[in-house]
């Protein structure tokens, strides 16, 4: 009885039309007014451990890929990634600077600072990141797996928030010839080991 006070004398057809053009009102309202911005992040296909001037510093490379599926503007303020070892050893790792690869791809340089970084709607951004530990009690690169997880603040300054990312959770195993890589290494170089197994995080 609603729906013939609703649509009136409309024959079906024209009813059909009708609910079709408000769907379509609605979804183009949601997807111009409402919908927030969606980032996902796709890591690469390897780490890449440092070597750093000072043992007891710990600093890795990633390179990464920001899809934003929405129709909305997303900027990323802030990436942490933490980082989960053998025995269950933990250290949390936060962006410190943007690296460009040198001439002959063999070794790589600062870029610049960490600043946010917007994606355009329905578009994607390749970041190449370095990350710094800020504090690593017990933790080192040692003979094992260690899974990595991704947090990421879209449209967020305050930290205190909730991380609202689509993120990644991937892997890596570090062989005795790695570690062994590591140990041998220049200053300031790196290792490059690749990414075993990675999943998507629902949020």
């Known amino acids: 009885m609603c729906l013939a006070q609703f649509f009136?004398?409309?024959s079906p057809f024209q009813i059909i039309v009708s609910a079709v053009a408000l769907l379509t009102g609605a979804y183009t309202f949601y997807k111009s007014f409402l919908e927030r911005a969606k980032i996902s992040m796709y890591p690469g296909d390897a780490v890449r451990i440092v070597k750093p001037a000072n043992q007891n510093d710990l600093?890795?490379?990633l390179m990464c890929n920001l899809v934003n599926g929405s129709t909305k503007v997303g900027t990323v303020h802030?990436?942490?990634v933490e980082v989960t070892g053998p025995q269950k050893t933990f250290c949390a790792f936060t962006w410190y600077q943007f690296y460009k690869y040198q001439e002959g791809a063999q070794s790589v340089g600062k870029d610049s600072d960490i600043y946010p970084v917007s994606v355009p709607k329905m578009d994607s951004k390749l970041l190449l990141v370095a990350f710094h530990a800020d504090s690593k009690p017990g933790f080192e690169w040692r003979e094992g797996e260690y899974e990595f997880k991704v947090l990421g603040w879209v449209n967020k300054e305050d930290r205190q928030e909730v991380s609202n990312l689509k993120s990644s959770v991937?892997?890596?195993q570090i062989t005795p010839g790695k570690l062994?890589?590591?140990s041998s290494a220049a200053v300031n170089s790196f290792v490059t080991v690749p990414v075993v197994e990675w999943e998507r995080q629902h949020r």
Do not use: D, P, Q, T
């Open 78 to 80: 802030r990436l942490e």
């Open 59 to 61: 600093y890795f490379h």
């Open 8 to 10: 009136g004398n409309l």
């Open 170 to 172: 991937f892997r890596i």
């Open 180 to 182: 062994k890589e590591l």
